[in-house]
């Protein structure tokens, strides 16, 4: 036992002359930019409780089956400048979620940009 506390000791005495010659270190922590201008066109996808899908685009609404949705969206977002448009998908909280992801895998496919999701907060 006396070893062992022998042992202790010097190591907390090395501990303790070390200590003070460490530099703390700096953490560099990101900083936070602007965000980006809000879309000029807002393309929404509505997926209903049976599943149906609207296109809705500058108030305008319309029924869509789903191979159309690609095609729809490129050409509204070919309308305005690169970057300019934004897609969002906005379901129902009982469509199964395969549906939803169906839908976003059909937009990526074609090189839609800006992809996103609608969310509702409820309190």
Aim: proline share 7%; glycine share 8%.
């Amino acid at each position: 036992m006396v070893p062992f506390i022998d042992v202790m000791l010097v190591l907390l005495i090395i501990f303790m002359v070390t200590a003070p010659l460490i530099a703390p270190s700096l953490i560099e922590l990101p900083s936070v930019g602007k965000g980006g201008q809000p879309p000029q066109q807002l393309i929404e996808i509505v997926i209903g409780k049976d599943e149906s899908l609207q296109f809705r685009q500058g108030g305008n609404s319309a029924p869509i089956a789903l191979e159309q949705i690609a095609a729809s969206a490129t050409k509204a977002q070919a309308s305005v400048p690169a970057g300019q448009s934004a897609v969002v998908i906005s379901a129902d909280r009982s469509v199964k979620y395969e549906t939803v992801v169906k839908v976003m895998d059909k937009l990526q496919r074609a090189g839609v940009q800006r992809v996103g999701l609608s969310v509702q907060m409820v309190n």
